[in-house]
């Protein structure tokens, strides 16, 4: 009986070292899935060049600013940085001017000027110094009156930028008040818009930068109508 059980036993004891059919189907699919898996992911990253794999290196769309504060598209060259770096300071003076009329301008048309100037150049200035940061390039003094290399606060001069005031006519400005403010208002403005246009038009001859020459037709097109818009005003307060 001994010897009956050892051989009928034998060949059960055997079968667990023979590979189950299933099983080994099992891993082989489970390989095929893995080597295609990983053969993916390596097209990917070959052709994908804008993600790279170390986290916080990528500087594609997803991480680009929104329009208006964000960094100009496109190439730029010296007259594009020229141009933001003195339109900021220019526009931050007429701001400073407008800002004036609250308590010192008696005529409705003055007030409603000053408030649409600080409307319209205020986002502009914004925008200005997003394209300087994203250049890499310094941005202006803070102060509108400026310590910008060769900047003389008169109409032009060594500082390329015409139309802007002296530290006299500010101080006129700040100390007039009613129909005298609104005059001398209207007049120094005039000649600060005017000279906002010639900067612009020597952005849009010499620049490069589409957005930043964009920029300059809208200042272009903007002051003039306000131009025409004061000189009505003066020729109607005289």
């Known amino acids: 009986m001994t010897v009956s059980h050892a051989s009928t036993a034998h060949p059960f004891a055997s079968r667990p070292a023979r590979p189950a059919p299933g099983r080994a189907l099992a891993a082989l699919g489970a390989a095929a899935v893995l080597a295609l898996t990983l053969t993916a992911c390596g097209s990917s990253g070959g052709s994908e060049s804008g993600h790279p794999a170390t986290p916080g290196t990528h500087h594609g769309p997803a991480t680009t600013p929104s329009a ?8 730029f060259n010296s007259a594009d940085v020229t141009f933001a770096q003195q339109m900021i300071p220019h526009h931050q003076q007429a701001l ?13 048309e003055v007030k409603n000027l000053a408030a649409a100037i600080q409307k319209t150049q205020d986002p502009e200035i914004a925008t200005m110094k997003g394209w300087l940061t994203s250049w890499g ?3 202006p003094s803070s102060s509108p009156m400026g310590d910008m290399p060769g900047m003389d606060h008169g109409s032009s001069g060594a500082s390329g930028m015409p139309g802007m005031m002296s530290d006299r006519d500010m101080a006129d400005l700040t100390a007039a008040k009613g129909k005298d403010f609104d005059k001398r208002f209207t007049r120094l403005m005039i000649g600060h818009h005017q000279g906002a246009v010639t900067m612009a038009k020597d952005e849009q ?6 957005d930043a020459k964009r920029l300059a037709g809208n200042v272009i097109a903007a002051q003039n109508v306000e131009i025409e818009q004061m000189n009505k005003i003066l020729a109607r307060l005289k």
Do not use: H, I, Q
């Open 68 to 75: 208006g504060t964000s960094a100009a598209g496109g190439p």
């Open 96 to 108: 400073e001017m407008a800002r004036l009329a609250d308590g010192r301008a008696a005529d409705g």
């Open 205 to 210: 001859k010499n620049g490069d930068n589409p």
């Open 137 to 139: 390039k310094p941005l």
